[in-house]
């Protein structure tokens, strides 16, 4: 969908001309305030500014010249992830569309409320920035090379175990973002009321309070590519905890004068969605995004659509040095045929399994069950042989190692 048009700078300049003139348009003109004037152009050009950023920041830490050509730009890396150069730039698009009815909003709102948007919008962006950076477009070569002559590729190496800096920074920013959305929810626009007094004289308290509690109960503990159902339990203990020091704090100092305690259960509802919501960004990008199978890769048949083929399945599209392309499930359940796995489906092996290996162009078969009974796994054999299949078994064996 995108094409060359007058050159790149040539482009952003009629994109640019054409979004502000339609609301130049909105606004008859006028603007009612210099954070309008400031925040309509940048949000306009929010995308080219954010991929520029992003490239610089990064081939600045590899030790590269910033205006060194590459394909290491936002639309490479997503391609790098799986995705066709097509659904990479409709993406795009949609960020840039994102930011374009941000830019109409933000003529319309109050400042503060505009903030709040523009500050979620760019977390969003952000935390995909983050899993971006992870994608690798560079060589071995060039990470050595960058190792040893770029000071600040190895000061981010050297601090990465210390991540927990940054959720620290992120969960600053969302207890703020939850805190003043849960006043706009319930009081509207009330930058000119004396909420605005209370809500500032409250929220330094809040945000020391609440990361105290996401530490003592554990919040900062986990990886946020593995979390799971008990680290939603664990948000909430540290929700929970956090709001009611809040609440116990603020009855102590301030006698919970003009305080509304509908505040701070709406508080605590949306900082949960939030917390549980960037923690689970990466699973959710990784999910979305198409899985990038090898594309010379042996196709796979799975024998045994259980637990242990499901976990096969996933040591097979994490590591892709064992260059095998999976196609499909086969298990002997035939309530399990038709169902799908992470997007495979499962078929039935009774008397099919020749078939399916032909439909399929299947490689190999994987037995990922130890349940087979030896008559089936006879007529695996068999079969295999008569299709010319390869057959293997993937098993975690767990065996005692010698001291010496």
């Given at each position: 969908p995108a094409s060359i048009f007058m050159g790149d700078c040539g482009s952003m300049f009629v994109g640019f001309l054409l979004a502000s003139s339609v609301l130049l348009g909105q606004t008859g003109g006028r603007s009612r305030g210099v954070f309008s004037?400031?925040?309509?152009?940048v949000l306009i050009l929010f995308v080219p500014i954010f991929d520029t950023t992003f490239v610089t920041i990064l081939r600045k830490m590899w030790g590269r010249k910033a205006s060194q050509g590459g394909q290491d730009h936002t639309s490479h890396r997503l391609v790098a992830l799986g995705l066709s150069e097509r659904s990479a730039v409709l993406m795009i698009y949609a960020f840039a569309v994102c930011a374009g009815v941000l830019s109409l909003l933000v003529s319309r709102l109050q400042p503060t409320q505009s903030m709040a948007l523009i500050l979620f919008f760019t977390?969003?962006?952000?935390?995909?920035?983050?899993?971006?950076?992870?994608?690798?477009?560079?060589?071995?070569?060039?990470?050595?090379?960058a190792s040893q002559n770029s000071a600040v590729f190895a000061f981010i190496v050297n601090i990465s175990y210390k991540r927990r800096i940054f959720e620290v920074f992120l969960d600053t920013f969302l207890i703020t973002l939850s805190y003043f959305t849960a006043y706009v929810l319930l009081f509207g626009s009330f930058e000119n009321s004396g909420n605005w007094e209370l809500f500032l004289k409250s929220l330094p308290l809040l945000i020391v309070l609440k990361l105290f509690a996401f530490l003592a109960a554990g919040v900062y503990r986990g990886l946020w590519r593995y979390t799971s159902v008990g680290d939603f339990i664990t948000f909430s203990k540290g929700i929970i905890l956090g709001s009611v020091l809040s609440v116990v704090a603020i009855l102590l100092l301030y006698r919970f004068e003009n305080f509304s305690r509908a505040v701070f259960v709406l508080d605590g509802i949306i900082l949960l969605f939030t917390v549980v919501g960037s923690r689970l960004a990466f699973r959710l990008i990784r999910e979305l995004l198409p899985v990038s199978s090898p594309v010379d890769g042996r196709r796979v048949l799975i024998y045994g659509a259980g637990d242990g083929g499901e976990l096969v399945l996933r040591e097979l599209r994490n590591n892709s040095e064992w260059n095998y392309q999976p196609v499909g499930f086969i298990d002997d359940d035939p309530l399990k045929k038709g169902k799908v796995i992470n997007g495979l489906r499962v078929f039935d092996s009774n008397g099919s399994l020749q078939d399916i290996c032909r439909d399929?162009?299947?490689?190999?078969?994987?037995?990922?069950?130890?349940?087979?009974?030896?008559?089936?796994?006879?007529n695996i054999r068999e079969t295999?042989?008569?299709?010319?299949?390869?057959?293997?078994?993937?098993?975690?064996?767990?065996?005692?190692?010698?001291?010496?």
């Open positions: 004037i400031l925040a309509v152009p977390i969003v962006l952000a935390i995909i920035g983050v899993y971006l950076s992870k994608v690798k477009v560079y060589g071995e070569r060039d990470e050595e090379l399929k162009n299947v490689d190999e078969i994987l037995i990922s069950s130890g349940k087979i009974s030896p008559q089936t796994l006879q295999c042989r008569a299709s010319n299949v390869g057959l293997k078994r993937a098993q975690l064996k767990i065996e005692p190692l010698d001291f010496e």
